[in-house]
């Protein structure tokens, strides 16, 4: 087969187990270094050089990890480093790194970008003295780091360096490409990571120089391919998932299809990451640390696979599900626990695998861990699921709650109503669990109606955890808003950072809004101040509160939501089972009816969910009704 011709499909999932193989004396000549430059988040190790780095192991390379964002963050100070590295839509990490990515060719080496944006940049007061510094990391900081990586390590060593780059790494990877190139150029470079699927790798092979080979797709099947074929001098081109030159053409390979057998990948491996995290002394020397363990156990989106979110851009050429088998997961959990001598861990999975409310996290509790667990869940989990998650140590999810109408999360095609969105988070309240979400807003189809309707809810929902941001949705490459309509122009902050050689319809991610039929900005004016109140209360103590006490046919309700305007309500008979029977989850009326044992006609439940709502203590969601105080009792 001709390198590039696409591959007949469907193929099995590969193995690594099933390419031709350099000698062994060949390939511990062949050292690699893989790097993960600023702004990658400074608080965990990235997973990729983890896991990567132990799969070259395996296959007899001697492969050794950099995680050379420690270094930058040190130079910067932690905080000056994560409020630049927060900023996603705008480029002004890029920028940061344009001049020594590309030199002459860079596009704004006079500075206009900062000008240009400086709304974007902080408070207006300081507004001057942000623009100042921004040129100067640009200018002297940017330069002293990267001479200092150069400086730090003996390159002349090394035979291939790996970047892996997602939202805003690219450029800084290519200014230590561009550098390790000028000084040492029988170095091979070889790419990967998010910024390169698609068509953005071809396009970055064909437009940087410095850019050798971009794996397009996943790489724990591509790299050791890679690396094979360059230690026997076999060429890299017709490899499946990769982009370089030959002959002096472009050849692209399409991807195999996703690797299946995740049981079979090796347990990441951090050792540098906290060895050099202690050295820049962002890391304490000894005892707990804030630090998460990344850990896998599963890939793909099972949700995205049968409905997209119109907004999402993640999982472009990947969203086939599999996971890891619960034991396995459970595994390597004890064994990081072991080698870093710690508890905490975060999954990188975009979605929890259903499966483990039954086999994983029970398991987690029958052994009686004391793991601290991050997971990305689907809003619609029950209170025993929760509850399950909360006993197994899960401590914190991002549930993909991005609204609370119902109408709005149909055109998302979130797949939930506003109500179960509301439900997980009180019993995540109620069991301890931290949520992280937003509230985002610019769908076609919506309507002035639906944010009038969540501007008059939020104040009943004080006594829950409020999102984290409140916006405009963004325009991402591969989300079904944007496949939809091609043609959309990338975000402009794009034009400030890559030279005019680089195709930026094809590299980049963000685009700018320009859907049609959207809402004058004023019309979430309401829903924004609403947010901003929530945030507030809960800088507040007492934070807010509403609770109630339950026995059979009474029920008393404390309301302590707004300061000033505290109270108990009581209800007695029908109307306080009522109430309790709409606690675990949303109810229609003629279940509602049913639960009743026919104690109350329909008619009296519907005008008592109505009586419940007027007071904020029910949450009416089309047919279905929601009670919105927490038990008091202790969570059990």
């Not at 109408?407 to 109503?417: A, C």
């Not at 591969?478 to 890559?498: A, D, H, I, M, Q």
């Amino acid at each position: 087969m001709p390198p590039g011709t696409p591959l007949p499909l469907p193929l099995p999932g590969p193995t690594r187990r099933t390419w031709p193989r350099a000698d062994p004396d060949r390939r511990a000549e062949w050292p690699v270094v893989l790097v993960t430059m600023p702004f990658m988040d400074v608080d965990r190790p990235s997973i990729q050089l983890g896991l990567l780095a132990a799969i070259l192991r395996d296959e007899g390379f001697p492969a050794h990890t950099l995680h050379a964002n420690l270094d930058f963050a040190a130079a910067l100070g932690l905080p000056e480093y994560q409020r630049l590295g927060a900023r996603r839509s705008r480029m002004v990490a890029e920028w940061l790194f344009s001049v020594a990515a590309f030199g002459a060719e860079a596009p704004d080496p006079d500075g206009r970008m900062v000008e240009d944006f400086a709304p974007d940049f902080g408070n207006p007061h300081e507004e001057a003295d942000w623009r100042r510094r921004l040129r100067q990391i640009r200018d002297e900081v940017v330069p002293a780091y990267l001479d200092g990586l150069l400086a730090a390590r003996s390159w002349d060593q090394v035979r291939v360096v790996g970047f892996s780059s997602t939202f805003q790494q690219n450029n800084a990877s290519f200014a230590l490409a561009r550098r390790i190139r000028e000084r040492h150029p029988g170095i091979v470079t070889v790419f990967g990571g998010a910024n390169f699927d698609g068509e953005m790798g071809p396009e970055w092979v064909r437009a940087v120089d410095w850019v050798d080979i971009g794996v397009v797709g996943e790489g724990d099947v591509a790299l050791p391919r890679i690396m094979h074929a360059l230690s026997a001098g076999t060429p890299v081109a017709g490899i499946p998932g990769t982009a370089c030159h030959q002959d002096g053409r472009l050849v692209v390979t399409p991807p195999e299809p996703p690797l299946t057998r995740l049981d079979e990948s090796p347990i990441p491996d951090y050792d540098e990451f906290f060895i050099r995290g202690r050295q820049l002394e962002l890391l304490p020397a000894a005892g707990p640390t804030s630090v998460r363990i990344p850990f896998e156990s599963a890939r793909g989106c099972w949700w995205g696979a049968k409905h997209h979110c119109t907004f999402c851009g993640l999982n472009g050429s990947t969203m086939q599900f599999r996971a890891k088998s619960a034991g396995r997961v459970a595994d390597e959990l004890t064994a990081q626990a072991r080698r870093y001598r710690s508890f905490r861990f975060e999954a990188v999975d975009n979605i929890a695998d259903m499966a483990y409310l039954r086999t994983l996290f029970p398991a987690l509790v029958e052994q009686e861990t004391d793991f601290e667990l991050f997971y990305e869940v689907k809003a619609n989990l029950s209170r025993e699921q929760i509850r399950t998650l909360a006993h197994a140590g899960v401590t914190a999810v991002q549930p993909g709650i991005e609204s609370l109408s119902t109408h709005v999360l149909t055109l998302m095609d979130k797949g939930v109503r506003a109500a179960q969105n509301i439900n997980l988070l009180r019993w995540a309240r109620h069991y301890g669990i931290d949520v992280g979400w937003n509230i985002i807003w610019g769908f076609p189809g919506e309507t002035e109606e639906d944010y009038a309707e969540q501007t008059a809810l939020l104040p009943h929902l004080v006594h829950l955890q409020p999102p984290v941001h409140a916006g405009r949705l963004w325009i991402e490459r591969f989300s079904p808003l944007y496949t939809r309509s091609p043609g959309k122009p990338p975000e402009r902050s794009y034009r400030y950072v890559y030279p005019a050689a680089v195709d930026l319809s094809k590299v980049a991610y963000f685009f700018e809004y320009d859907l049609p039929g959207a809402l004058p900005d004023t019309t979430y004016d309401g829903l924004r101040k609403a947010v901003a109140d929530w945030n507030a209360a809960w800088q507040d103590r007492p934070e807010p509160v509403l609770r109630y006490w339950s026995a059979p046919g009474f029920v008393q309700i404390y309301d302590g939501r707004h300061p000033g305007a505290e109270g108990t309500y009581t209800f007695e008979g029908p109307l306080a089972d009522l109430y309790v029977a709409t606690s675990d989850r949303p109810l229609g009326v003629a279940a509602a009816h049913g639960r009743l044992r026919d104690r109350l006609p329909a008619a009296q439940i519907e005008a008592a969910f109505g009586e419940f709502a007027a007071r904020g203590l029910m949450y009416f969601d089309g047919s279905a009704a929601l009670a919105l105080a927490l038990p008091a009792h202790l969570p059990r």
